[in-house]
């Protein structure tokens, strides 16, 4: 979803974000890993603190790319 280029796609994303699931929650960090909006970055600080190791290592990414 990360890479379509289809507004609606970014914001289904942001939707699971607090999913129960941490793998759902990982595609989300990994999803949004090439955005650099204030809704991505919101999700990845809120990523940052997510219970799991995978999806806190995969949020650390959100908007990298993007600001270098």
């Given at each position: ?47 940052l ?8 290592k ?11």
């Open positions: 979803f990360g890479d379509s280029p289809h507004k609606a796609a970014i914001k289904l994303l942001l939707k699971m974000q607090d999913d129960s699931y941490w793998f759902v929650r990982l595609r989300v960090a990994q999803g949004l890993k090439n955005q650099n909006s204030k809704e991505a970055l919101a999700a990845r600080d809120k990523l603190k997510d219970e799991n190791e995978d999806v806190r995969a949020a650390k990414e959100i908007g990298k790319s993007i600001s270098r």
